[in-house]
């Protein structure tokens, strides 16, 4: 499959279009509209700092429905023992911060260039892009943050400082998306970590099919602070 050059018009190439590996294009930028035209269409950018702007979209697709999420006993009981203070989009920056710096730490390099960061966090200056974030003594141990479309939650990275503080904050991100109807939760590619927790492989097909459902419902924009507050409150274990 030959793989496409962007020009500064806004479309991308139909995703089915992608190398076996699902390197679908190269080049434009990271401006809000083209990066919510590249998620509606089931592609995200993924690549090395220094190098051109990736565009992806693998087949298959690693998907987490959130009323599938499998909890651990161990999770269980840290979440009941309250470890940790959890909040929504108090501090995307230091999220998406985090995420990057874990990374470079573990010397396995990042795809959170300084460009992408900013794009992001436009997007959540937007209320497009939203953070779950669990603190202890105050201090940010975990996190995560993705897209939101719809009824569709992109995930797009996570961390943790602390046992298990990465999965408590998926387990709330689940529970609060389950109870305002979203249908999927997209972890972009297979990872052990994730298949633990109840997230299935689809194949890309049924993906998009999945996720031209999902986004024909109005989105769930601004800061989720306030259900985050809700959430914490009665944070489902079932």
Known sequence: MPIFLLS???SFPPP?????EGLLAVGGDLRPERLILAYRNGIFPWYSENDPILWWSPDPRLVLYPEELHISGSLRRTIRRSLYQMS????FEGVISACAQLRLESLEGTWITPEMKSAYVRLHELGIAHSVEARFDGKLVGGLYGVSLGRAFF?????????DASKVCLVYLASFLKKQNFSLIDCQVHTEHLMR???RVVKRNM???????AIDFPSLEGSWRYHASNTGQSVSLM
């Open 8 to 10: 500064e018009k806004l």
């Open 16 to 20: 089915h279009l992608a190398t076996k």
């Open 88 to 91: 929504f989009d108090t501090d």
């Open 155 to 163: 995930g797009e990275s996570m961390f943790s400082r602390m046992n």
């Open 197 to 199: 927790m109840g997230a």
């Open 207 to 213: 993906f998009l099919k999945q996720l031209r459902d």
